[in-house]
């Protein structure tokens, strides 16, 4: 393949990878970022992305082809170090300033070429939105999810300014109102949890919201009621999307919510979403593992050689892991650790195709099917005790920032 940077464009990041497409193609790139400065070879790079195909083909795949979805995972592709260098100058003003502490790696690298399902939708417009569910219920002897802590820990830590009025929680429930009321407030305030794009290009994020300012909120739904070309285009897509979407088996409740059932008492009750669909399958895929990180950390230290070797190299014997009622052996426990982690953390990719009727069809995909490295095992132990030490009664008094 001839690769050209020129026809390549900036399409998004986090805080591990970055990701490119070519409009032509319907093609993305997925490259790992590293600190500016530091070194990674080229050989890191490629194992890395090997294990996490592996892991996506051998094991996240199967799990999800249970509940009829799949994951389409991508190649491993060698690009030279010319079109590396040319690209991230050709991108670097399209990034956001509070990402570019971490950068492409100079000289050649390895990357995850695959389909780009903001334009998986041929001969039509696509919109598309990238939504990152989260954690879709509360841990044992708590009140408030894992999400709504962890806003409180990123204001403490000044990461932010205001916490998100989104609850995962709400948005996994049955209760079309509380459905419906989570995403609107991650529309409000979408963090690194929710990004819109029209044919491939961004129109709405934390990014845009943070280089145009609020009138960036506040035009959004005039522009989605432009783009699908009927009246209060916005509300009826979140309320099919959130249809389409499903809910998980419990219906939870989280203490940090915002939601008020009071406040739609005057409305109309719509019928309750059933338990399916992809919210459905991540949540049960979720719950895989109901040890502590501190639980699952002492069982890692107790692993052998050998075993800590299988945590590299994923296979299909960890669906035997995944599947098992009792009697779960010290690997077992840290590869249900691993499986539950990724799922709390995958994104959902879905296009939708607005008729002149009103009518909206989806399509969906699971993306972002990262495999955690063990490195950080001590890392979620460390955030779970920090966050076991937060008070919840604060938990739904910070201020909520209002946009649109």
Request: hydrophobic share 35%; with cysteine; glycine share 4%.
């Amino acid at each position: 393949m001839h690769w050209d940077p020129q026809d390549w464009a900036y399409r998004a990041e986090g805080g591990k990878h970055l990701v490119v497409f070519n409009q032509s193609l319907r093609k993305v790139l997925r490259f790992i970022k590293a600190p500016i400065g530091s070194e990674r070879t080229l050989e890191e790079d490629k194992k890395e992305i090997q294990r996490r195909l592996r892991f996506e083909k051998q094991v996240v795949s199967p799990l999800l082809a249970e509940f009829g979805l799949k994951a389409d995972s991508g190649i491993l592709v060698s690009l030279p170090a010319e079109f590396c260098y040319h690209l991230s100058k050709r991108i670097s003003n399209d990034r956001p300033a509070a990402r570019k502490d971490k950068v492409i790696p100079p000289g050649a690298r390895f990357a995850v070429l695959q389909d780009d399902f903001c334009q998986n939708i041929p001969f039509t417009s696509n919109i598309a939105i990238e939504l990152k569910p989260k954690c879709s219920f509360v841990q044992p002897n708590r009140r408030s999810c894992q999400f709504c802590l962890t806003q409180l820990e990123k204001i403490r830590r000044g990461k932010y300014d205001s916490r998100s009025a989104y609850c995962p929680v709400d948005f996994f429930s049955s209760d079309p109102n509380r459905k419906r009321f989570a995403f609107a407030h991650l529309i409000q305030n979408p963090q690194n949890n929710l990004r819109f794009f029209c044919d491939g290009e961004l129109i709405y994020s934390m990014e845009t919201l943070e280089h145009v300012g609020a009138s960036c909120a506040k035009r959004f739904p005039q522009l989605i009621e432009k783009l699908c070309g009927f009246p209060n285009a916005l509300e009826k897509v979140v309320s099919a999307l959130c249809n389409a979407l499903g809910a998980s088996e419990n219906d939870e409740h989280c203490f940090s919510s915002l939601f008020k059932s009071e406040n739609f008492k005057n409305s109309e009750s719509p019928l309750p979403c059933t338990p399916s669909g992809p919210l459905h399958a991540l949540a049960a895929l979720q719950k895989t593992s109901s040890h502590s990180a501190n639980q699952v950390l002492e069982s890692f230290k107790r692993l052998s050689p050998k075993q800590v070797d299988d945590l590299e190299n994923p296979s299909k014997s960890w669906l035997v892991s995944a599947k098992k009622q009792s009697d779960l052996s010290d690997v077992d426990i840290v590869r249900r650790h691993l499986i539950s982690k990724t799922i709390k953390d995958c994104s959902l990719m879905i296009v939708f195709v607005p008729k002149k009727d009103g009518k909206i069809s989806f399509k969906m995909e699971i993306v972002d099917l990262d495999l955690k490295p063990t490195s950080k095992l001590l890392e979620h132990k460390t955030k779970e005790d920090a966050l076991l030490k937060i008070p919840e009664k604060n938990a739904s008094a910070t201020e909520i920032p209002n946009r649109l």
